[in-house]
């Protein structure tokens, strides 16, 4: 794995996860009450023995430059690097990043200098646990040119995903990025040629792209160099490649999920608390998944009730009752809170006893969650204000709204209250 470059895709302004992307690029999104989604790509890359790791990124990338230097630093005596390249203005590229390819294509002269065989083109926005060394070794057994990571899907998501149809050798013999109506249907398979038994293969019909592809060093700078006006991969340099080249489709079995819309990444953080065993698990010691070390006291819990939850590093909790959630690092719950089904991003800071008693006698409103108030079917980001009293629980079973003066919006009925935001005593959503 030596010979193989990472090259993680950090995606673009991050709209389907507005507003956790309002002032952090998506990659630098907080998941599962201690990680980024960056740490998923990256800690694979690194089990998987691929040390030299690109990160492209455009947008609000300051808190990912941050996180990514402070987490990631190999030895002196070793060429590993996890190193972020943003999107910058050259005589040849004036402009941003057009695509997933351009970004690539922006930046190939830099990835050239490497004395590689393969890149490696990864997703920022995925949670799964997957040994990258398999999937190199699959696309050099088959000798092929490009070889995409799929997996079998069902009717209902199939119309969000790249799907392709495989011959029986694996070979990828058609491809159509996000097809609707007719054309959705027209790219039925018979998955069984997947492994899959006669029920499973009618559930998942679809053979779906999960974005992940290893490309033969030359092949990829030959289709970037040929073609400078297609920009992305799944839209038009794979499909346009499936007749010339050896495109292979490589089964992944394990748990995978796309979490770049906000009712994704609210499901999948809380599926984190299932029992006994949730979908994805953060325990396991043989590919553990890296972050930033904080070196966080224990939290503390003074008389509290929780229930199938995951509380992070240095929380202060004080006799209120936590259920089915998900609490990030430095969270500070008071008493009489109830938190159900939610996941409480934390904060980046500590505030003193002393910093905390001046604001509430000035009349202001402490970081945390006040005393008395229930967050029930919601995502509140870092460094959030909520008073005493406050109801957020959407009784109205709104879908959307979009309440930025107010502190909050509603995403697929998915209470998100921004950053910094202060939402004050008494208040209902």
Not at 32 to 49: E, F, H, M, Q, T
Not at 166 to 188: C, Q, T
Not at 227 to 242: C, H, L, V, Y
Request: hydrophobic share 35%.
């Amino acid at each position: 794995m030596k010979r193989v470059l990472g090259i993680i895709l950090g995606g673009g302004a991050g709209t389907r996860l507005y507003p956790l992307t309002k002032l952090r690029a998506k990659p630098a999104v907080p998941l599962a009450g201690k990680y980024r989604l960056i740490d998923i790509p990256v800690s694979n890359c690194i089990n998987s023995d691929i040390q030299k790791i690109y990160i492209l990124t455009q947008y609000n990338s300051a808190s990912l430059n941050r996180h990514i230097s402070r987490t990631y630093n190999f030895a002196g005596f070793s060429d590993g690097f996890v190193e972020v390249l943003a999107a910058q203005q050259t005589s040849d590229s004036p402009g941003w990043f057009q695509g997933t390819a351009d970004a690539v294509r922006q930046y190939i002269w830099l990835m050239q200098e490497w004395d590689l065989d393969e890149y490696l083109i990864l997703s920022g926005d995925h949670l799964y646990r997957m040994d990258y060394s398999q999937f190199v070794q699959r696309h050099r057994e088959t000798n092929a040119d490009i070889t995409l990571s799929v997996v079998p899907i069902d009717e209902q998501r199939a119309s969000d995903f790249g799907l392709m149809k495989i011959d029986k050798s694996g070979r990828v013999v058609d491809f159509s990025e996000k097809p609707k109506g007719e054309a959705l249907h027209a790219m039925k398979v018979d998955t069984t040629t997947l492994g899959l038994d006669a029920k499973q293969a009618v559930e998942k019909p679809y053979i779906a792209s999960m974005g992940i592809y290893v490309f033969k060093k030359e092949v990829l700078e030959h289709l970037l160099q040929k073609s400078p006006d297609q920009t992305d991969f799944g839209k038009e340099i794979i499909p346009g490649a499936a007749a010339d080249y050896n495109v292979q489709a490589y089964l992944f079995d394990g748990y995978w999920e796309d979490i770049g819309t906000i009712k994704a990444f609210y499901d999948a953080n809380l599926a984190l608390t299932h029992q006994p065993q949730p979908p994805f698990s953060f325990y396991d010691e043989d590919a553990p998944i890296y972050t930033r070390a904080r070196y966080l006291p224990p939290s503390k819990l003074l008389d509290c009730q929780v229930t199938e939850s995951i509380v992070g590093e240095g929380c202060i909790l004080k006799e209120c009752r936590i259920e089915h959630s998900v609490l990030g690092i430095r969270s500070r719950v008071s008493s009489g809170c109830v938190i159900q089904d939610s996941l409480l991003m934390g904060s980046d800071f500590y505030q003193s006893f002393g910093e905390r008693q001046g604001e509430v006698e000035n009349k202001k409103i402490p970081i945390g969650i006040g005393e008395n108030s229930t967050i029930r079917g919601a995502i509140v980001d870092k460094n959030a204000r909520i008073g005493k009293n406050v109801q957020i629980l959407n009784k109205e079973k709104i879908e959307e709204a979009d309440r930025e003066n107010l502190g909050f919006y509603i995403r697929s009925g998915v209470v998100v209250v921004l950053k910094n935001a202060t939402i004050p005593d008494g208040f209902t959503i």
